[in-house]
Every structure is written in C-alpha cells, then in structure tokens.
C-alpha cells in the first residue's frame, strides 16, 4: 500500500497563491504517475493536473489556464502543485493520486491506484 499525505492547503483571498505537496509513503519509480484531482462539495471529482515521475510529462485541465505548475522533486520523493492567480472556484478539497503503471489517460481517476486524504483550499472573493 501508498500512503499519501497532502499539505498545503489553506484559505486565501482572491488572486493569491498556494503550494500544494504530496509525498508518498515509499520511494517513486519511474512508471509512476502522480495526478491532482478536487471535488468541491455536491459536485464529482476533477481532474486537476497530473506528471509522469520518468520523464516530467504534464497535464493540465482546461480550467488551469496557465496558472499551475504541477512538479516533482527527486530528492525530496515530492510532488508539487503551485496554484496562482486563484479564484473563488478554485475552492475545493484537493487530492493527491498516484497511478503505478502510467494509465493511458491522465486525466481518468479510474486509473489512479492510492488516493490521500485531500487538503482544503479556500478563496475568499
């Protein structure tokens, strides 16, 4: 089994950012997938962004517009989400997903394997 364990999260007014972290419980291998998802409340899960481990390969929903930058860290066995410019829609709770095997589509949660927590982003208008 994965653990994950978000941090990151908080409340910020409009137009400010946050980073979002996510680490594993184990070592990532290169045929991992890390992905970001959110669900804010009476709505279904979104995909968020997501990045091979290998070779740094992103995605991004079209909701971002530029204004995240998923990342890994090595070193660290860390995965980042830096969030701009954020609005109030952007609240929700946000999780961390890894899917081992790389799924075809990165953008699909039925491929993701472990699922954290999640932590709470909130923009205040």
């Known amino acids: 089994q994965v653990q994950l364990v978000e941090s990151g999260g908080g409340l910020v007014q409009a137009g400010g950012s946050l980073r979002l972290s996510c680490a594993p419980s184990?070592?990532?291998?290169?045929?991992?997938?890390m992905g970001w998802f959110r669900q804010a409340p009476g709505k279904d899960r979104e995909f968020v962004a997501a990045?091979?481990?290998?070779?740094?390969?992103?995605s991004y929903a079209d909701f971002v517009e530029g204004r995240f930058t998923i990342s890994r860290d090595n070193a660290k066995n860390t995965v980042y989400l830096r969030m701009n410019s954020l609005k109030p829609e952007d609240s929700a709770v946000y999780y961390c997903a890894v899917d081992r095997v790389g799924a075809a589509n990165p953008r699909s949660s039925f491929g993701y394997d472990y699922w954290g927590q999640g932590t709470q982003v909130t923009v205040a208008s």
């Open positions: 990045i091979t481990w290998g070779g740094g390969m992103t």
């Open positions: 184990e070592r990532t291998f290169n045929s991992y997938r």
